[in-house]
């Protein structure tokens, strides 16, 4: 259950920011599906506006990283945070965009590696290398 | 500073098992350098063996991702769990593999933004979409 | 799913310590509501009066900070936590404490960029100005 | 010490764009002080200028809460996510706005209590009271 | 709901490295209870065959610690890292290897403690006592 | 540096709250070594009182756990917080209550491999197994 109500689509066509916003993410991402956190933020509509200029300006732009690999960065960050909604709808867009079965691996193997490396580290509170300095 | 003893490389010379370890990194990695992690874990031994074994398993192999992405991802899970060492570490290596300022760039703006969207959706508590169910 | 049993008012009547606890709760809040956490630390009775007690010393008295203040506070340290019951029940308690449609948005406007640039200085580790010197 | 190169004012006078972002900052603030986080940011021009104009649209706007109480906001996440340089930075603006010691001494008190009553939920998987449902 | 395929003994069966494993565990653990996390990375078998190696190395072994304190350890950590099913795995197991109410009430009130302690060192930014110096 | 001063034991000394604190540590502890956490909070005198009382009631009263596990589970919650002072400060209590090199080996194995298994899980989002219900 959400804290806040999760708007429809009557509900979101009644009211003209949220409408534009719910617009232009089905225009953007060639679909009519919008997706809940996006009915969650609808609530508050300067939030939604900001939040959704951002993930327009990062992901859907021109970039030096391919869309996939984007998206599986989002996955990395989403599953350290332990964000639920956040690795389901990551994992479902990264493989929309032709995340294979081989690669889903390969990102498991390093988070997973990366956890406990991260842990070790901490533990041990290692200090930096003098070569890794700039 | 570190709550273990940061071994030498003549300490590691007189210890079996870490000199194995340390040999190895420097084949694999065809590189003279050994960098701190390993001489923080060289104080236990068995940890230092298996978590070079996970590395290299996991760094080192072929696999289906490019060895740059797999470093990015190390880094995007280094920075959400806030590894000082590791960020560094990671950040250094990636640099080595070749990432550009331009990808650098989409990666601080990848991790940076799902940070805040992390943060919103757990606020609000979105429901997952029956649309992501596998 | 609770990892212990959730006490009823019922057996919370059966026990003394329990029972003590779950009046000052009543009494101090002016309503017959005792929420689950409580139901759930009733199974460990010293943590149960040891935490009702913090909880009350910090939230129920005279204080510096507003009421409503304390209880965003408690939201956003909750939010950054993870913690779906503790998002929960205090952004009910803000809303019963009179948090405005206009005060949450601003609250999630403002942790969504905190979040953003905590991830952005942990990747860049950026060096504490000395101006910040106390 | 960084990852990215610390830019001295002299640099930033050098790139257009990074010398218009720290005059905005300069003239939003009303001072010379740039502090570090935007010197860091400036080795990536697009993430230093949405960062600032999120930082800007959030922080300096008229809004419905108190610029001491957004601050207090950022402390506490900040806090949450372990974030050294943000922590100092947020403490100090904070006290640039007038927070007390007394107000100090409650952010604390609200910061560790929520930390355990956190833990003590996650551990417990209290599950969410139906009072709470929107 | 996962993100992948919960596994079902037949299609364990069909499958001769998810089978191995699974045999492994029923015969390590004496019991013919696989639990989930094993029928989800049934999916990588990569991933499945050495997180199972690492775990049985771990925990399986004779060590230096009893099997409960590192049960317990295990607790902390994943209340910790905020993972709701590890909580309860190794909650249940914990109780399965003769956790007391009496010790799971000490447990709690150390993490809980922790959770405070550890927040308010990071809000004051604490430094190292010389005194702990290895 | 911390966000606040360092209290000399001749500042601590002219506060009689937090000489009464002081004094109730080395009584305690049976030591003269009062560490900086204590100097940090002497800062916030009402923060330090109830600190230092729980950490009595927790750390220091005859408990169902043996004093070492309560340091290495205080080490383990510290070390997933990625809180340095704490991970210095309960690695050493935990050498000083004879914490061996085998027993820290084994805490280290266990924390690294939690966490790996932490991110797996929440990655996969696994679901809770029936058998795991109280």
Redesign the interface.
């Known amino acids: ?6 708007w429809t689509d009557a509900e979101a066509e009644a009211h003209p920011r949220v409408k534009a916003v719910f617009d232009d993410i089905r225009a953007t991402r060639k679909t009519d ?1 919008v ?3 996006w009915r ?2 609808a ?2 509509p ?2 939604l506006e ?2 959704w200029a ?2 327009k ?3 859907a732009r021109e ?3 391919d869309p996939l ?2 998206e ?18 990551h ?2 867009s990264a493989r929309a965009k032709g995340m ?30 003098p ?4």
Chains 1, 2, 3, 4, 5, 6 share one sequence.
């Open positions: 259950m959400a804290t806040v109500k999760i599906f997706n809940n956190v969650a933020l609530n508050q300067a939030v900001s939040t951002q993930v300006a990062v992901m970039s030096a990283l690999v984007k599986m960065l989002y996955m990395a960050v989403s599953i350290s945070n332990g964000c639920e909604y956040c690795v389901h709808s994992t479902a294979t079965d081989a690669q889903y691996e390969d990102l498991l193997a390093v988070v997973g590696l990366a956890a406990t490396t991260n842990a070790l580290v901490t533990a041990l509170q290692v200090p930096v290398d070569e890794f300095k700039v």
